[in-house]
């Protein structure tokens, strides 16, 4: 037949539809429509039958919503529609196969529709009410918070890589408690002239004077920072004779990596096959990475005598300060600083053949990895170890896999933490694998006989405390080197704790076949950084795209 209008349908009208379609309970909240079309091909008595349900779920929403719903014209609709059907039922149970028949199905389905587009439209207005407040005051923070950390990303992205919040000067100023005042008295007058209820207004006055603090803190950064910009931009630059314009082939391939991954994404067949797309990427840079290296530990060493002569002149300078001193050196002393000189250079020797395999050690994980798992059409009917580690018959290679995996993620991580978040995270991954153990996919050494398995909801209550005060001591150390002092080391072990504490989270959401795939992550990041990253000077941009890359790569890994 001829082409028809496409008819326009609501959003909600959805939900209704695929309840009905796929033969479950509509849900309670739901304020939309059957979409008839799709029923079109039933018969009238499903037909019916169908829209009475959604009719009925409207009527019961509209009963819990509004006190006088009797005198709702949806109701009143919907109920003079019932009694058209009872009607049409004793017709269709006498046997009544008559025109009559049709024509009053079509009348009560026509009525059926018509009380459902005013109970939906009725309980629109009256369910779907906005807490415009608290969603501006969200709004709000939200946006500062996106606009502080877009204004110090230039700044946290540069080769010295510094990402500094001001928060002593807001604090202290006088635009902060101006701000703090005026807040308050706005949220005063709205909460004292709201007519419904508003989850913001109904929040104590402590909570809500601490989140008009949040604002105007927020806020006094945020001019604080644009200030320091343009400050920044008045003063000459220190070195105006250097010029770093040019780009490297890393930044090159890291550039043009990342648009051709989102320009890939407007293809279907592109997007099925994602995963191919970040390995090829993956390989690519790993290969680039061996280049830069053999360029910086052979080609630019033999350009540049002084890389061969530096211990030497050290050592010089420490024998013509000794002369200026008048202070003798034995001819002992010779052979000492050769012995030093000689243990440097073999440190120096090993780290650069380990730095050349690093690359290629890299790209051994990540082709061990993706046997972990098979990704693709292409290889999902193939059965990889993560398929044999979870059967049933495996438990104890899963169970001792798993605790390999646990011991290996404390080594990685605990480097760099303080003694106590070390027994922190030590006892947070006993937690992650008695979760484990109490949900049945591992087992304890002295287990023989079966368990009863449980949720394992006390054991992962006991992980989560343990992750939460990782991240609370890091924040706190964090915050004292911001505030109270300028303390580097007090910083970067505050990062490390956050970052531990986010380790130990994943390490309780990963499933326990795929905990090797967070070990060598952390392996390889621990590797790239030492390295790679350090011996050939990334900036920190360069290490972010670095870390987007493997990170999507990782996520197709699991």
């Not at 609501?10 to 909240?29: E, F, H, K, Y």
């Not at 919040?165 to 807040?183: A, D, E, G, T």
Request: proline share 4%; hydrophobic share 45%.
């Amino acid at each position: 037949g001829p082409l028809s209008q496409p008819e326009h349908v609501q959003q909600t009208d959805l939900a209704s539809t695929l309840a009905i379609g796929l033969g479950v309970p509509i849900s309670r909240n739901s304020v939309g429509n059957l979409i008839l079309p799709v029923v079109g091909g039933k018969t009238m008595r499903e037909q019916l039958r169908f829209v009475h349900l959604n009719g009925f779920q409207l009527s019961r929403l509209l009963q819990e919503n509004t006190p006088a719903y009797e005198k709702d014209p949806g109701y009143e609709h919907f109920k003079i529609a019932e009694k058209s059907h009872g009607n049409w039922i004793k017709l269709y149970l006498e046997g009544n196969n008559s025109e009559i028949l049709l024509n009053l199905g079509k009348k009560v389905l026509k009525q059926y529709l018509e009380a459902l587009k005013t109970l939906s439209s009725s309980l629109s207005k009256q369910v779907a009410q906005y807490d415009m407040y608290s969603m501006m005051v969200g709004t709000v923070i939200i946006m500062e918070v996106l606009l502080l950390l877009l204004l110090s990303v230039p700044k946290a992205l540069s080769k010295r890589a510094e990402f500094e919040v001001p928060l002593s000067p807001p604090l202290f100023s006088l635009l902060f408690y101006l701000m703090c005042l005026l807040l308050c008295a706005v949220h005063v007058i709205v909460c004292t002239s709201a007519e419904s209820l508003c989850y913001f207004c109904s929040m104590s006055w402590l909570t809500a004077v601490g989140v008009m603090m949040l604002i105007s803190a927020l806020m006094c950064g945020i001019l604080s920072t644009i200030a320091k910009i343009f400050e920044n931009s008045r003063l000459p630059p220190k070195n105006p004779t250097v010029s770093s314009s040019s780009w490297s082939e890393i930044d090159v391939l890291i550039l043009a990596g990342t648009i051709g991954h989102v320009l890939s994404l407007g293809a279907s067949s592109f997007i099925e096959e994602e995963h191919q797309t970040w390995y090829f990427l993956i390989n690519t840079l790993c290969l680039v990475l061996c280049q830069d290296l053999c360029r910086n530990y052979f080609l630019l060493k033999e350009c540049d005598p002084r890389h061969s002569t530096n211990v030497k002149q050290n050592f010089d300078n420490i024998g013509e300060s000794s002369d200026c001193k008048n202070i003798d050196i034995p001819a002992a002393s010779n052979s000492k600083l050769g012995k030093i000189t000689s243990s440097s250079e073999f440190i120096k020797g090993s780290e650069k053949w380990i730095s050349l395999a690093t690359p290629w050690i890299i790209l051994i994980c990540c082709r061990l990895l993706r046997s972990l798992n098979q990704t693709g059409v292409q290889w999902a009917h193939r059965p990889d170890f993560g398929h044999w580690l979870t059967s049933s018959e495996h438990k104890s290679e899963l169970s001792f896999l798993a605790a390999v995996s646990l011991l290996m993620i404390f080594f990685l991580v605990q480097r760099r933490c303080s003694l106590v978040s070390k027994i922190a995270l030590a006892l947070g991954l006993l937690g992650v694998y008695s979760y484990r153990a109490a949900i049945g996919n591992v087992v304890f050494p002295w287990q023989h006989g079966g368990k009863d398995i449980s949720k394992g909801i006390t054991e992962a209550r006991f992980v989560y405390v343990f992750v939460l005060g990782i991240v609370f001591t890091g924040t706190k150390d964090l915050l004292k080197s911001q505030v109270i002092s300028a303390n580097s080391s007090m910083k970067s072990t505050g990062l490390w704790e956050i970052y531990s504490g986010l380790v130990l989270l994943a390490a309780l959401l990963f499933r326990p076949h795929n905990l090797p795939v967070l070990v060598f992550c952390l392996l390889i990041q621990t590797m790239m950084t030492k390295y790679i990253w350090r011996p050939l000077k990334f900036d920190a941009a360069q290490i972010t795209i670095m870390h987007y890359w493997f990170g999507q790569a990782f996520f197709y890994f699991q």
